[in-house]
């Protein structure tokens, strides 16, 4: 499958995105999704994850109750809403797919096989 993350910007401080991540191929709707996202000069960082049907979550601490991930897989796609950002929320966000048959909600890169090629997400305060 392949991902193509969509939908960053600069934004100010407070303010609202959604990003998008396309996926090409009939089997995206087996696929659990995840958002990451990198932070100059720090690791890639787990944001939140959403099973094949969408019924099952996970978030990171630092974005519960702001950021919402949902997807369509009637049109191949996996959203992520970001509500109240703030200046730490500036990274590059990257959609990734697990293939497994269970859903882990996993924050480990490792456990994605799949990976797009990000958008940038600019805060300004």
């Known amino acids: 499958v392949q991902l193509q993350a969509s939908g960053g910007g600069l934004v100010q401080a407070g303010g609202s995105l959604r990003l998008s991540c396309a996926a090409s191929?009939?089997?995206?709707?087996?696929?659990?999704m995840a958002w990451f996202r990198q932070a100059p000069g720090k690791e890639r960082e787990f944001v939140a994850a959403?099973?094949?049907?969408?019924?099952?979550?996970n978030y990171a601490d630092s974005v519960k109750g702001r950021f919402t991930i949902s997807r369509d897989n009637a049109k191949n796609l996996v959203y992520l809403q970001s509500n109240s950002l703030n200046s730490e929320d500036t990274a590059v966000y990257y959609c990734a797919a697990d293939p497994s048959t269970w859903y882990r909600g996993s924050s480990y890169e490792r456990d994605y096989l799949y990976w797009g090629q990000g958008t940038q997400v600019t805060v300004s305060s």
């Open positions: 191929g009939r089997t995206f709707s087996t696929y659990h």
């Open positions: 959403i099973n094949w049907s969408g019924g099952s979550t």
